[in-house]
């Protein structure tokens, strides 16, 4: 039973494992594609203005989300459904790499 439950959980870790790595963006493509976002969000991905979001360290997975949603209408900003609009699941999937791969967010503690 015990072998039945550890060749379960390796198929299940292998299958998410291979998910993951198949969804995954390009990190180095979001860097090229990360020009327009530059304007507002700063070469550092840690915003020109304080009012403008870090995307420096953010999680890929809610970067993906509200890009498509910026894309498809989900999300009201008149700024961002104009640089979204055109992007591809692959140009979100890429950008969302790249921010995340950078120090930022995730490194920032709460004092």
């Not at 840690?46 to 360290?57: D, F, R, S």
């Not at 989300?65 to 008149?78: E, M, P, T």
Request: aromatic share 8%; glycine share 12%.
């Amino acid at each position: 039973m015990k072998k039945l439950a550890a060749s379960a959980l390796l198929i299940i870790g292998f299958v998410f494992g291979s998910t993951a790595a198949i969804a995954g963006g390009d990190p180095e493509a979001g860097q090229q594609k990360s020009q327009v976002c530059q304007a507002c969000h700063g070469t550092d991905g840690k915003g020109n203005i304080p009012t403008y979001p870090v995307l420096a360290g953010q999680y890929a997975d809610y970067m993906e989300q509200a890009l498509k949603a910026y894309r498809d209408g989900g999300r009201s900003n008149a700024i961002m459904a104009g640089i979204a609009g055109p992007l591809s699941d692959e140009d979100i999937e890429d950008l969302a790499a790249y921010y995340s791969a950078m120090e930022g967010l995730k490194d920032l503690s709460i004092k």
